[in-house]
């Protein structure tokens, strides 16, 4: 079955305290990339990657880093995080950039 | 900056009537639209999409208008079913550094009553 598959799917941690969210993708998808959403703000990119060894900034970046080792995985890392950074996580993934994306079931942060 | 706009967060709709999605944009580099459907506790699905070149795109029961000279789409649901309801997504694809930005509007939560 094709799926994009985030873990964990619900997280709640400290002020600072380093968490990575993976994802992964079983479809050979090129294009993965991170969004968050928020009550009122609907869904904003925060990271994307073209292929492996390839990512740029979506629109709201800060605080957050990815890396594209494998063609499959996208994992979001939050180096420090903290509470402005507590959200509902989708990942996605696409054949091409411009193809409709399919997205995991997400990942609730919530950072105390 | 928003660039895709829903103004409408709700709606409802009689069960076997029409609904109507608008969504409105601001951004001329847009070249491709989608429409996403998302349930609770899921990520969202694609429903249908269009491209910049056409105006009209039809599946089943959902076509989507695209008025570029209003910088407009509209989702049409017909007949619209309970299952329907969700929050449904606008979102708009623009070229950008060699690959491609989504970006998606707030959301309008549909619900269709029996």
């Known amino acids: 079955e094709a799926q994009v598959t985030q873990n964990p799917r619900y997280l709640i941690t400290v002020t600072g305290k380093k968490l990575t969210v993976t994802c992964s993708q079983n479809?050979?998808?090129?294009?993965m990339s991170w969004y968050r959403q928020d009550p009122g703000l609907g869904l904003r990119q925060i990271y994307y990657?073209?292929?492996?060894?390839?990512?740029d900034k979506g629109d709201v970046p800060e605080g957050y880093k990815v890396s594209r080792k494998e063609k499959r995985n996208f994992p979001l890392i939050l180096e420090s995080p903290s509470p402005n950074q507590t959200s509902l996580y989708f990942c996605?993934?696409?054949?091409?950039?411009?193809?409709?994306?399919?997205f995991g079931d997400g990942t609730r942060l919530s950072i105390l | 900056d928003q660039q895709v706009k829903q103004n409408s967060p709700s709606l409802s709709v009689q069960e076997g009537r029409i609904s109507i999605l608008n969504c409105d944009y601001t951004?001329?580099?847009?070249?491709?639209f989608l429409w996403y459907k998302k349930y609770p506790a899921e990520g969202p699905t694609f429903l249908i999409s269009?491209?910049?070149?056409?105006d009209k795109n039809e599946d089943g029961r959902f076509t989507v208008f695209l008025n570029k000279s209003a910088k407009h789409l509209s989702l049409h649901i017909v007949p619209s079913q309970p299952g329907d309801s969700a929050v449904y997504f606008c979102?708009?694809?623009?070229?950008?550094?060699?690959?491609?930005?989504?970006?998606f509007g707030k959301g309008t939560k549909l619900s269709v009553i029996p």
């Open positions: 479809m050979n998808h090129e294009y």
């Open positions: 996605a993934s696409s054949l091409a950039g411009v193809q409709p994306q399919h």
């Open positions: 951004n001329s580099m847009f070249d491709y």
């Open positions: 269009i491209s910049s070149i056409k």
């Open positions: 990657s073209m292929n492996v060894e390839v990512t």
């Open positions: 979102a708009a694809s623009a070229p950008r550094a060699g690959s491609y930005q989504l970006t």
